[in-house]
Nanobody
Framework: VQLVESGGGLVQAGGSLRLSCAAS????????MNWYRQGPGNQRELVAV???????DYVDSVKGRFTISRDNAKNTVYLQMNSLKPEDTGVYYC???????????????????WGQGTLVTVSS
């Protein structure tokens, strides 16, 4: 099971980018799919949450500018980022809690899976 991200790049302040993260492999279901970021010299922070039950939430600094969405048929989560600011610069990581079947009786366990990260650079 793995997550593959795409969509990062260099953009001027005020611009937009759309990140994608697709889950692949053999699994039973995906619970939450979230986006984190780590700016230069900063700790990794949670940016946006999308739970299996449909709850969506954002860190205050991106509310009104970023939108998280999911295409469950494609096992993909997106992060649409508008009105980007230089302080949005960082490596963006996709995280998912993925349920896999572990034996023939159908027992399951949840895996915490991270993407490789994609760099977003916002110039002033």
């Amino acid at each position: 099971v793995q997550l593959v991200e795409s969509g990062g790049g260099l953009v001027q302040a005020g611009g937009s980018l759309r990140l994608s993260c697709a889950a692949s492999g053999s699994f039973y279901s995906i619970n939450e799919m979230n986006w984190y970021r780590q700016g230069p010299g900063n700790q990794r922070e949670l940016v946006a949450v999308s739970t299996g039950g449909g709850r969506i939430d954002y860190v205050d600094s991106v509310k009104g500018r970023f939108t998280i969405s999911r295409d469950n048929a494609k096992n993909t989560v997106y992060l649409q980022m508008n009105s980007l600011k230089p302080e949005d610069t960082g490596v963006y990581y996709c995280y998912a809690r993925i349920v896999v079947v572990v034996n023939v009786e159908g027992a399951t366990r949840a895996l915490e899976v991270w993407g490789q990260g994609t760099l977003v650079t916002v110039s002033s």
